[in-house]
């Protein structure tokens, strides 16, 4: 097996499959400016390697990814600070940061399988979805809290109308932060199987290894006539608002203000019951004031 540890992923070719493990578990795998472009990088070392046939997107630690970090502190995410410096918008930085990783990963040309444990929160729960075929764990969970905690119209990238198929359903996981157990998941089409914790690994290799089978060409055409059927209902479009009405949400004055106490409180280390009083920090997702923690069950 080769083996190439990035700061932030870790990317591995053995055979004909290739894994991309997201490696900040001290920070529950959050999606910071550094773990996207490292995403992407394995991502593109996996498409030119003409022996990969499958590529297999893990988390290491207690769970999948728990989303974007979410930190007022400078550096975060340098990519913004310069888009408000240079133009005053973070609209460009936006789509740098995550619009176009994400398209990539829906365009990846290749088979694509998702090997979800734990939690896989707004951002992470697009890397869990996105994917060709996503096995879980019993202990797995998805959700998107962004409308309620944040007071966001959702991620930068809107997959929940095409994921989900039903725009009741969508709606209603979008607008009350609904969490879905991995068996409720299964229920609604947003897996492929569900399998206890300890069998995960060897489901998703075994997978991996029969997908594999068929020539190169023959995977990616299949895949290319899949994706094609999508985008010819316009999903790639709506990615692409998806980041404009985040730009407009994320800057209006209510927003903000719904916001700042958010800020304040994450700085504290504290987490605000969503039926309490005042906006949450995130449903279900509680961290210290470096960012540290784990989002709870």
């Known amino acids: 097996m080769e083996t190439e540890k990035l700061e932030n992923v870790i990317y591995e070719k053995e055979g004909a499959v290739a894994r991309v493990i997201l490696n900040r578990p001290e920070k529950a795998n959050t999606q910071s400016s550094g773990l996207v472009w490292d995403f992407d990088r394995a991502l593109r070392m996996a498409e030119r390697d003409y022996d990969v046939k499958v590529v297999i997107l893990k988390g290491s630690g207690k769970g999948f990814c728990a989303g974007h970090v979410m930190s007022g502190e400078p550096g975060t995410y340098p990519e913004t600070e310069e888009a408000i410096a240079r133009l005053g918008s973070v609209w460009r930085a936006r789509q740098t940061l995550f619009l176009w990783p994400v398209l990539y990963l829906w365009e990846f040309p290749k088979p694509t399988i998702a090997q979800v444990h734990g939690y896989a929160i707004g951002?992470?729960?697009?890397?869990?979805?996105?994917?060709?075929?996503?096995?879980?764990?019993?202990?797995?969970?998805?959700?998107?809290?962004?409308?309620?905690?944040?007071?966001?119209?959702?991620?930068?990238?809107?997959?929940?109308?095409?994921?989900?198929?039903?725009?009741?359903?969508?709606?209603?996981?979008?607008?009350?932060?609904?969490?879905?157990?991995?068996?409720?998941?299964?229920?609604?089409?947003?897996?492929?199987?569900?399998?206890?914790?300890?069998?995960?690994?060897?489901?998703?290799?075994?997978?991996?290894?029969?997908?594999?089978?068929?020539?190169?060409?023959?995977?990616?055409?299949?895949?290319?006539?899949?994706?094609?059927?999508?985008?010819?209902?316009?999903?790639?479009?709506?990615?692409?608002?998806?980041?404009?009405?985040?730009?407009?949400?994320?800057?209006?004055?209510?927003?903000?203000?719904?916001?700042?106490?958010?800020?304040?409180?994450?700085?504290?280390?504290?987490?605000?019951?969503?039926?309490g009083s005042g906006p949450p920090l995130m449903p279900t997702h509680r961290v210290d004031a470096a960012g540290r923690g784990e989002p709870e069950e």
């Open 123 to 275: 951002g992470g729960s697009y890397f869990a979805l996105l994917t060709d075929l996503t096995i879980a764990s019993e202990d797995a969970w998805f959700q998107n809290p962004l409308v309620q905690g944040l007071g966001f119209p959702g991620g930068q990238t809107m997959i929940e109308p095409w994921v989900f198929g039903n725009w009741k359903r969508a709606a209603f996981y979008l607008y009350t932060a609904q969490k879905l157990s991995a068996a409720e998941a299964l229920e609604l089409g947003l897996v492929n199987q569900v399998v206890p914790r300890a069998e995960l690994e060897a489901t998703v290799e075994a997978l991996a290894e029969k997908i594999a089978r068929p020539p190169l060409s023959a995977l990616m055409t299949a895949k290319a006539g899949l994706k094609r059927a999508w985008e010819l209902m316009g999903m790639r479009m709506h990615f692409q608002m998806s980041t404009d009405l985040m730009t407009v949400a994320s800057s209006a004055g209510d927003v903000q203000a719904y916001l700042d106490p958010v800020y304040q409180r994450r700085m504290r280390g504290e987490n605000v019951d969503p039926e």
